[in-house]
């Protein structure tokens, strides 16, 4: 009996494999570096460049741009308000400024409302109710819809769940 339990102790072992070093190589990428990763490493490689400022988050107005233009090339987050002086999108704003580069790296671009009586196009298509927070996909889809505002690290997660951000990381065939 004892011969027995050796022998599975010894085939259970065997059954762990071998164990890693800790002077593996690390794993070459398999997707190809995002646009806001190639610049950094650029600014880092040319000794007179300054360093990439972390804020290239682009904000624009809504009265500037229509839904159209940034289909399939950006991922619209729209922030509704109706003033500029409303908390809620003062603090909105605010959460942006925080951690900016986790939008960029995911396409993002801000277009703000704060002026309910043009009607402009945005507002015609996405029917906001004072503060409204919509994250839009690179197709043109709503994808959320929150009426209080949201931390960055909250849309790049909802962002990363996205069909389209899972095939562009390479992630389609996995769960989140």
Wanted: charged share 25%; aromatic share 6%.
């Amino acid at each position: 009996m004892r011969h027995l339990i050796l022998i599975l102790a010894v085939f259970a072992v065997a059954a762990m494999g071998p164990g890693r070093s800790t002077d593996a190589p690390p794993r070459e990428r398999v997707n190809p570096p995002s646009a806001a990763e190639v610049s950094e490493r650029q600014a880092q490689t040319r000794p007179d460049a300054a360093p990439a400022p972390a804020g290239d988050l682009r904000v624009i107005d809504a009265a500037d741009a229509l839904p159209q233009d940034f289909l399939w090339t950006a991922r619209p987050v729209v922030v509704f308000a109706n003033t500029a002086d409303d908390p809620a999108f003062v603090q909105q704003m605010r959460e942006f400024q925080q951690s900016p580069r986790l939008l960029v790296e995911r396409d993002v671009i801000i277009v703000t409302d704060t002026d309910p009586a043009a009607q402009g196009p945005w507002r015609i298509q996405l029917r906001p109710r004072g503060f409204s927070l919509v994250v839009m996909d690179k197709d043109g889809e709503v994808k959320q819809r929150k009426p209080a505002p949201w931390s960055v690290r909250e849309i790049s997660r909802a962002i990363d769940r996205f069909e389209l951000r899972r095939q562009e990381i390479g992630r389609a065939g996995t769960l989140p």
